[in-house]
């Protein structure tokens, strides 16, 4: 019989000591509780991740990173996602607890897979969308006796936009490219349906600014798997200005980089730039049957950056930086599965609220404009709202 090695009930390694992982790393740090590290090969990350505190490992070959698991309580990956399945294999072979923020779906399939024999807790996913959106949307879903659709929306966007595009680099250029090629899944009818990305555009606007919406992919996170069946329409759609959409295509499509990543990720990293002014803008409404009625619920927040423990956080940063905290929290806590796949609906929104980490994604939300909606119903960390 294999046995689990020991591990230090508070010891976490951070993988990558990139924009995510230093904000894991400061909010961990100032929140208390846990003795972590950080491992990446690029030292002049890891020498600022050292004015933190915390312990650095440089990563030097890849047996270095199985080195930088052992005896660890948890894993907290933050590498690009093309990596995910492989840090996920070993760290169930190490028996120790993993955490990523993928999005890429294959990526999530071949860890929900690994988790059918672990030891360990395996938990993709735990970022912003998918992540948090996911959790908003099982909380609006499970309050009705019979679920129609399930939208859910989702922007990381500068505050202040410029340019044809109206959008600046906030996070992974690589990821960012991946969600705006890959297929996305959805349920349709009640058919899981694989739909491509850059379609279904839509507009709205929320609290008096106009956005636009169309499908990409990862966000949704397991919500397909776990509706099916019991639900018409489920989606996800990535949210932007108006007019991003019609560029992308033309990138994509009539340029014909949709085959030609390395070159797209070139032409984005040296012509868009990045920011730290940035807003996340997250909409979620579920509509169906409650006590025979048809009913309307929704969410909405638009969360900003901070400045924690005297490091200042991007919005990106702080909300990713605090989902992935959260289920890290609630797993050490006992209040998600203690080994095999976890996926983010089974955290409840309300203990992801109250939750040291996750309350970043209520406390730094702007309020509402004076002529909005008032917001009905129970209110954490955003506007929710009832019709019926």
Same mark, same amino acid.
């Given at each position: 019989?294999? !046995?689990?090695?020991?591990?230090?009930?508070?010891?976490? !390694?951070?993988?990558?000591?990139?924009?995510?992982?230093?904000?894991?790393?400061?909010?961990?740090?100032?929140?208390?509780?846990? =003795?972590?590290?950080? @491992?990446?090969?690029?030292?002049?990350?890891?020498?600022?991740?050292?004015?933190?505190?915390?312990?650095? $490992?440089?990563?030097?070959?890849?047996? #270095?990173?199985?080195?930088?698991?052992?005896?660890? +309580?948890? /894993?907290?990956? @933050?590498?690009?996602?093309?990596?995910?399945? @492989?840090?996920? *294999?070993?760290?169930?072979?190490?028996?120790?607890?993993?955490?990523?923020?993928?999005?890429?779906?294959?990526? !999530?399939?071949?860890?929900?897979?690994?988790?059918?024999?672990?030891?360990?807790?395996?938990?993709? &996913?735990?970022?912003?969308?998918?992540?948090?959106?996911?959790?908003?949307?099982?909380?609006?879903?499970?309050?009705?006796?019979?679920?129609?659709?399930?939208?859910? =929306?989702?922007?990381?966007?500068?505050? +202040?936009?410029?340019?044809?595009?109206? +959008?600046?680099? !906030?996070?992974?250029?690589?990821?960012?490219?991946?969600?705006?090629?890959?297929?996305? %899944?959805?349920?349709?009818?009640?058919?899981?349906?694989?739909?491509?990305?850059?379609?279904?555009?839509?507009?709205?606007?929320?609290?008096?600014?106009? +956005?636009?919406?169309?499908?990409?992919?990862?966000?949704?996170?397991?919500?397909?798997?776990?509706?099916?069946?019991?639900?018409?329409?489920?989606?996800?759609?990535?949210?932007?200005?108006?007019?991003?959409?019609?560029?992308?295509?033309? $990138?994509?499509?009539?340029?014909?980089?949709?085959?030609?990543? %390395?070159?797209?990720?070139?032409?984005? #990293?040296?012509?868009?730039?990045? *920011?730290?002014?940035?807003?996340?803008?997250?909409?979620?409404?579920?509509?169906?049957? &409650?006590?025979?009625?048809?009913?309307?619920?929704?969410?909405?927040?638009?969360?900003?950056?901070?400045?924690?423990?005297?490091?200042?956080?991007?919005?990106?940063?702080? *909300?990713?930086?605090?989902?992935?905290?959260?289920a890290l929290d609630l797993v050490a806590q006992g209040l998600l599965p203690q080994a095999g796949?976890?996926?983010?609906?089974?955290?409840?929104?309300?203990?992801?609220?109250?939750?040291?980490?996750?309350?970043?994604?209520?406390?730094?939300? $702007?309020? @509402?404009?004076?002529?909005?909606? *008032?917001?009905?119903?129970? /209110?954490?960390?955003?506007?929710?709202?009832?019709?019926?």
């Open positions: 019989m294999t !046995t689990i090695p020991l591990r230090d009930s508070r010891a976490v !390694t951070i993988l990558g000591a990139g924009k995510i992982g230093y904000a894991m790393a400061v909010l961990l740090q100032a929140a208390g509780g846990w =003795r972590v590290r950080l @491992a990446d090969h690029a030292q002049p990350q890891l020498q600022a991740a050292a004015a933190l505190g915390v312990e650095t $490992l440089h990563i030097r070959g890849d047996a #270095d990173w199985l080195r930088a698991m052992r005896g660890q +309580y948890a /894993v907290l990956n @933050a590498l690009p996602y093309h990596l995910a399945t @492989a840090m996920a *294999t070993r760290a169930a072979a190490a028996g120790v607890h993993y955490f990523d923020l993928t999005e890429d779906v294959a990526s !999530t399939h071949a860890i929900r897979e690994l988790g059918a024999g672990a030891r360990s807790v395996l938990m993709p &996913q735990c970022g912003l969308a998918p992540g948090f959106i996911g959790i908003v949307g099982n909380d609006l879903a499970q309050r009705f006796d019979e679920l129609h659709d399930l939208k859910m =929306r989702v922007g990381a966007l500068p505050r +202040y936009p410029q340019g044809a595009l109206r +959008y600046n680099l !906030t996070w992974s250029t690589e990821g960012l490219i991946n969600e705006y090629i890959n297929p996305c %899944e959805a349920l349709v009818d009640g058919e899981p349906l694989q739909v491509h990305a850059l379609e279904g555009l839509e507009t709205f606007a929320l609290d008096g600014i106009e +956005y636009e919406a169309f499908n990409t992919s990862g966000g949704l996170g397991t919500l397909v798997q776990t509706w099916a069946g019991r639900a018409r329409n489920v989606d996800y759609k990535s949210i932007r200005y108006p007019g991003h959409c019609a560029i992308l295509r033309l $990138l994509l499509d009539e340029l014909k980089l949709r085959n030609r990543r %390395e070159v797209l990720r070139q032409i984005f #990293d040296e012509a868009i730039p990045a *920011t730290r002014q940035d807003v996340i803008v997250v909409f979620a409404s579920a509509t169906g049957l &409650q006590r025979g009625r048809l009913v309307q619920e929704s969410y909405s927040a638009r969360i900003v950056g901070a400045t924690v423990a005297g490091q200042a956080l991007t919005a990106i940063q702080l *909300t990713t930086a605090a989902g992935i905290c959260c796949f976890v996926s983010q609906e089974q955290i409840r929104l309300e203990d992801f609220l109250a939750n040291r980490f996750g309350r970043h994604c209520r406390e730094h939300a $702007l309020p @509402a404009p004076a002529d909005s909606p *008032t917001p009905a119903g129970d /209110v954490s960390g955003g506007s929710a709202r009832r019709s019926a």
